[in-house]
């Protein structure tokens, strides 16, 4: 039996090693560095690529492979892979739709509380024994705010009903209108009218920089930001700007353009910015979810079986999104 051979560049979660390991047809190699790449690549022939977010796919990378199949992430956003290269070259581009989206829904919320109730210097200040302090906390509630939400797919539709539940008025602007019980605006609207934004779209070239000068100057002083979709959809510079300049009132996100961020990145330095480590989908649930999910569909894809409905990633679905 000529066993399928399968390159991992990242490690995945156990439960999916497992179904790798027990695949007898399979053959399962890693690279988790350039040299142990490079070594692969030259004794075996490349049927699969299995990474998660840092694994780099480029057109350069998958011209070294003639006989490459397919090439999976176990996660939702694609910015590690040359999806039109890959389109260009027959290869089928999986990931796990929709396997985040209760993860990424509960740690936009959890941003978007802990940012409107100054909660992390209220945790701060008892932990550094200033309860005396309490009299200069300045905090506010989410009910009856109005939150904006800039992309209503799978993640905006789950934010906007738990803030909805939280009793706060839900708009939205998407590339499309959906059917959902939320007033869809047009983005200048949404930029003027939210005391709260959110974002929830994926990195392409139509919505690269999309919170740019421009959209910051609409918002109000008093606005929230908060963003676990791509970095690179806001412009870090203009974002500096905004909020040294006080033209909203503050950030919170789990992703940013340079991760990590430099050591001297001004940003880090700002009391109303909040930011976590890009996080958001590695609870234990959900991080074993994508990878299960991913090396299903791949062995799938592999055995000339049938895979889930909707893994198959294209660059047309990259285009319309």
Known sequence: MNKKNILLLETVAEDAMSILEEASDMNILTGFDETSVTSQIQNYSIDAIITRGKGQVRDSFMAQLPNLKVISRCGVGLDNIDVSSATKRGIKVVNAPNSNADTIAEHTIA??????????????????????????????????????????????????KIASALGMNIIYWSSKKEDVPYTFVDLDTLLKTSDSISLHLPLTSKTENLIDK???????????????ARGGIIDQKELLQAL????????AADVLVEEPPAKNDPLMQ???????????SLTKTTYTKMCTMTVKNTLAILRNEAPMENCVFNKKELDNS
Do not use: C
């Not at 300049?245 to 950030?251: E, P, R, S, T, Y």
């Not at 700002?270 to 958001?280: E, F, P, Y």
């Open 111 to 160: 941003l978007l509380l802990m940012l409107q109730r100054n909660l992390y210097d209220a945790v701060t200040m008892v932990k550094e024994n200033r309860w005396q302090d309490r009299g200069s906390y300045v905090g506010d509630e989410t009910h009856g705010k109005t939150l904006g939400i800039i992309g209503m797919g799978n993640i905006g539709k789950k934010v906007a």
């Open 214 to 228: 421009a959209a910051f100057s609409k918002m109000k002083t008093n606005a929230l930001l908060i963003n676990t």
């Open 244 to 251: 040294e300049n006080k033209k909203i009132a503050g950030f």
């Open 270 to 280: 700002l009391k109303n910015v909040l930011i976590t480590a890009h996080l958001g």
